[in-house]
């Protein structure tokens, strides 16, 4: 209690102190203030003028050291949700290619685009999980048309675009794609880029929607796609299971926040032929292949009804999703550059790391922090990523880097001396060049770790990308040892 008594009196004091110090400070800087005022009042005005505008250079100089210092530099994100305009993807595709990206993906799609758009057709993409029936409706469509059906899922191995003209002379695509959720890689994008290209998508399915249709069916919504869910082998259900179907569809779709209407939710039959056994009167069985017969009315119906609407908002919104599809690829083309052009500079800084350590005569511990090489690392990266880092941070990043190689050193020499023993006759030179490639591979661990955090983070966060470099340090060593030994070993030769 007494000792309670005490702190509140020395906080009472300190208050007390505080108080007089502030209030002296104040008069004494008001004084002052008043004090050269009055001065300057009385004096030339060029006089004035050239203190004011002093002060305010001083004051304007504080200010922009302090924000250089302290304020993070916004990167504008990469807007996903904003539509792109033509000029928006052109102006991005140039920049791209004059960087050096491989812009050609993208290019192809938008040359796709304008022959698509020179033809005058409306294409309708019918998608789906394998052995929905997809080929078989088209076939209902078009009796004429060479498509492959099969019970055997995956029987649709490429896009195929049979043409077909609607009760209205309207001049239509279907488009056939492989099914999803097939074993064959790479098909279940080459699907979903053509649903994106297309005006119009069939989404085929033959019960209610699983997960992985769902999240298909949230890829198209995204992309802004009409959609017509076409619930087809109706002739697998009573008229009852058919409705509650039907209705379980639509609630899915609008769960999803996608706007899909009533009469856009059919369900049909696509017909086709069919193996069934039937026995004979002799009591002998035989397989005879039987037609279904298709019942597709409703579809057609929908696909009318959604093309007699005003075509332009159709073309315009197919334009949007191709303008994205290509933006996608930009990006994609961009990250694999950025990829490529990162290793270039880890390769660069480490091989300067390991000429530096075999040129010392004992290379000292704090490497990162000391040399320039992590430094000039960092901007690079971080300048490929389009991060605009502080100066702060990165000095933040290499002392918080440094801290972990002292615990790192130990395990990267001993990896080095494991990997230069695969080079044999190398003799009494090794411990020499063991801490060369030791260093080396810190080196390149740094720079691997600060690639992952900048591609998943888009900014350099320090202690994130100090943290990966902890984790992540003996997988890289392992992975880098061989390529860094040579390298030691080839630097060593020259
Ligand atoms: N019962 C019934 N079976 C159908 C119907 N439509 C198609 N099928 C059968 O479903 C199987 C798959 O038909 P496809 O048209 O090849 O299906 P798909 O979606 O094109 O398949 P993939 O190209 O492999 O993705 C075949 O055995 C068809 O005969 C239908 O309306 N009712
Ligand atoms: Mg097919």
């Not at 074993?183 to 979903?192: F, N, Q, R, S, Y």
């Not at 900048?454 to 390529?483: C, D, M, N, W």
């Amino acid at each position: 209690m007494k000792l309670d008594r005490f702190v509140r009196v020395a906080i009472a004091i300190a208050i007390a102190l505080v108080f007089v110090v502030a209030t002296g400070s104040l008069l004494f800087i008001t004084e002052s203030a008043l004090n050269v005022w009055d001065r300057l009042r009385a004096g030339p005005a060029v006089f004035l003028y050239t203190y004011t505008a002093v002060m305010v250079l001083l004051a304007t100089a504080a200010v922009w050291l302090v924000w250089r210092l302290v304020v993070k530099k916004k990167v504008a994100p990469a807007t996903r949700h904003k539509p792109l305009s033509k000029s928006d993807i052109k102006e991005r595709l140039q920049q791209a290619e004059a960087a050096g990206v491989d812009t050609s993906k993208a290019q192809a799609e938008l040359r796709d685009l304008a022959a698509r758009q020179a033809s005058g057709a409306i294409h309708l993409c019918f998608f789906g999980e394998i052995s929905s029936g997809k080929s078989s409706l088209i076939k209902a469509l078009v009796p004429e048309a060479d498509v492959v059906i099969d019970v055997v899922g995956g029987s649709t191995g490429d896009v195929r675009h049979y043409r077909w003209r609607n009760d209205a002379g309207i001049e239509i695509m279907l488009t056939d794609v492989p099914g999803t959720g097939g074993h064959e890689e790479g098909l279940d994008e080459v699907a979903t880029e053509e649903a994106k290209r297309s005006h119009l998508v069939l989404f085929v399915c033959d019960s209610d929607l699983t997960r992985t249709e769902l999240n298909a069916v949230k890829v198209l919504l995204a992309f802004d796609k009409p959609v017509v869910v076409v619930l087809n082998k109706a002739d697998r259900y009573s008229d009852d299971e058919q409705a509650t179907l039907l209705q379980q569809l639509l609630q899915r779709i609008a769960d999803l926040g996608g706007e899909v209407r009533r009469d856009q939710v059919v369900a049909v039959s696509a017909g086709g032929e069919t193996d069934v056994v039937a026995r004979r009167s002799d009591g002998s069985e035989e397989s005879e292949r039987r037609e279904r017969t298709a019942d597709i009315g409703v579809l057609v119906v929908a696909i009318n009804r959604l093309l007699s609407d005003d075509a332009q908002p159709l073309d315009e919104r197919r334009e949007r999703a191709v303008f994205q599809l290509a933006a996608d690829k930009l990006a994609a083309a961009e990250s694999e550059y950025r990829l490529q052009r990162s290793e270039q500079i880890i390769r660069g800084a480490t091989r300067k790391a390991v000429v530096g350590a075999m040129a010392a005569v004992s290379p000292g511990a704090d490497i990162l922090v000391q040399g320039y090489i992590g430094t000039t690392m960092t901007q690079e990266l971080c300048k490929i990523y389009g991060v605009a880092p502080r100066d702060l941070d990165i000095e933040e990043f290499l002392s918080l880097g440094q801290s972990r190689v002292g615990r790192a050193l130990p395990l990267s020499l001993a990896v080095a001396g494991n990997g230069l023993k695969a080079f044999p006759g190398l003799g009494t030179i090794v411990g020499g060049l063991a801490h060369a490639v030791a260093y080396g591979l810190i080196f390149d661990a740094l720079g691997r770790s600060l690639v992952l955090t900048l591609s998943r983070h888009g900014e350099l966060l320090p202690e994130t990308a100090a943290k990966a470099f902890e984790e992540g340090i003996s997988e890289h060593l392992e992975a880098g040892v061989r390529r860094i030994a040579r390298l030691a070993l080839d630097e060593k030769r020259s």
